[in-house]
């Protein structure tokens, strides 16, 4: 495939990869860019590439993620700006002011008006419990519907939220950026900050930080909810690994890790 945009592009070195896609990092016209290549995975999970670019381009624009430079969404390829900057640990992302900075980007992000596919998480359960096919993947889904019906719908305050947001995925210029929008999808923001929570490794009281700087003290009825959401984060993700497990041969340790 010859790809006018892309021409001179050298492959500078492979980055870290995952179970749905390999990535590059190139060098383009005196400049960083990244390749990232599906797997076959990334279509068996459900992963909508087309929707994935629509949000990438507003986020881009807002200031919250990297430009888009190529796509071919159908055969799964996608090239978009290098973020120069400090790339998180988790010892960066456990720090008092880093979890204030963080809370305070992530409802930024949450107040835009940036559209996106809706997170349909009953949806994803049971995909990830039927590419798994195991007895303790339909248990996890039964308990994934379970929590969604005591949660009730609370569509009315959704917003756009990133969904993934470990360590690895954000980046620090003097601002925060986050990368790899592939999960990002118009949902409940306490999913969101549920999940930063747990792939970074929060202890309660960092958590706890977390809902304070976002929400505030008079967090009431809202607050209260984030153990709830932590819990079906909890739950999705372990279907998740079992579907990768089930569907890559891969080991649930290594991809949980």
Known sequence: MSVP??????????????????????????SKAVMRIDKPLARILGLDRVAELGVLEQVADAG????????????????????????????????????????????ELHSTSIEGPTLDI???????????GTEQAFKLH???????????????DWSLCHNDLGHQNIVDT?????????????????????????????????????????????????????PQYRRLYDLLSALWCQAVCAADGGSAAAIQD
Do not use: C
């Open 64 to 107: 919250f993620g990297p430009a888009v430079i190529w796509a071919d969404p159908t055969h799964g390829m996608l090239v978009t700006e290098y973020i120069s900057g400090s790339h998180w640990t988790i010892a960066d992302a456990r720090r008092l002011e880093n979890i204030e900075r963080l809370a305070v980007r992530l409802r």
């Open 122 to 132: 009953a949806e994803a359960a049971e995909r990830y419990a039927s590419v798994a």
């Open 5 to 30: 945009m892309l021409k001179g592009a050298r492959i500078l070195h492979k980055l870290a990869g995952g179970p749905t896609s390999d990535s590059w990092l190139l060098s383009l016209d005196g």
């Open 142 to 156: 039964k308990r994934v519907m379970a929590t969604l019906q005591l949660l009730g719908n609370e569509s009315a």
């Open 174 to 226: 003097g601002k925060i950026m986050f990368v790899d929008w592939e999960y990002a999808a118009r949902g409940y923001p306490l999913f969101d900050l549920a999940g930063i929570a747990r792939q970074n490794r929060f202890s309660q009281a960092e958590a706890d930080q977390l809902q304070y700087f976002y929400i505030g003290s008079s967090a009431g009825k809202v607050g209260s909810r984030l």
